[in-house]
């Protein structure tokens, strides 16, 4: 059973535009959610995370988004810039003290000159 | 700071054959983690140290897998008896006690073949 879902997997974007990407999850349980970034040939690197407890939190260009009710968060980031091109992972984590990452399948994000 | 090292990236095995990997995690993080991956799915989770401990174990980890950290630094990841279903990127992440929830820092992954 997949926990968290990533349903696109590719978005393609203009340069300066502004990139969303979407990730739905199930278990309610989850109350800590991260974004990781994928570039070939090299293992995820965090980039963003919220608390069950806010519904927004902001770093620079990248804003995550999320809606409890909805089960559902979302990655903005503005303005795209073609470095961004990589694959997006939204993950998810249990109760506090909670170690096991639970992962999407990902979403290739491609940016366009 | 060299960052998590794995070892091999790349192992091509026949059926049947044990193969073993190991990670370097980041020097003082006391928390080691690995996953696998699979094409066109994120990382699984497969098991967990923190020190010399093994925490958690996922049913993903059957028998013929064994990981150990044995003086709570580098780790390997043993797969006996190889089936085609093992092919995978496996991945190794550590993090330290201190870093943010869910702040792992992940190697680049060693790629199995199994043919």
């Known amino acids: 059973d997949q926990q968290v879902k990533q349903n696109s997997p590719s978005l393609s974007v203009q340069e300066g535009r502004i990139s969303i990407l979407n990730c739905d999850y199930t278990?309610?349980?989850?109350?800590?959610f991260l974004w990781y970034k994928k570039y070939p040939a090299e293992g995820p690197t965090f980039l963003i995370s919220?608390?069950?407890?806010?519904d927004k939190n902001e770093d620079g260009r990248f804003t995550v988004f999320l809606n409890k009710s909805a089960k559902h968060l979302s990655l903005h980031i503005v303005p795209s810039q073609p470095g961004d091109s990589a694959v997006y992972f939204c993950?998810?984590?249990?109760?506090?003290?909670?170690?096991?990452?639970?992962f999407g399948q990902g979403t290739r994000l491609t940016i366009n000159p | 700071d060299t960052g998590v090292s794995q070892d091999p990236r790349h192992k091509i095995t026949k059926r049947g054959q044990n193969v073993t990997f190991r990670c370097d995690p980041i020097?003082?993080?006391?928390?080691l983690y690995w996953y696998r991956q699979t094409l066109g799915q994120g990382p699984e989770f497969l098991t967990y140290?923190?020190?010399?401990?093994?925490?958690?174990k996922s049913r993903l980890l059957s028998d013929r897998f064994s990981a150990e950290r044995p003086k709570g630094s580098f780790s390997t990841l043993e797969i006996q008896r190889t089936e085609q279903g093992d092919s995978a990127m496996y991945l190794c992440?550590?993090?330290?006690?201190?870093?943010?929830?869910?702040?792992?820092?992940f190697g680049p992954g060693t790629r199995l073949t199994v043919t």
């Open positions: 140290f923190q020190n010399e401990a093994q925490l958690e």
């Open positions: 020097s003082e993080h006391n928390r």
């Open positions: 992440a550590s993090s330290a006690g201190l870093a943010g929830r869910g702040e792992q820092y």
């Open positions: 919220i608390s069950s407890i806010k």
């Open positions: 993950a998810a984590l249990g109760e506090e003290g909670a170690q096991k990452l639970v």
């Open positions: 278990n309610s349980m989850f109350d800590y």
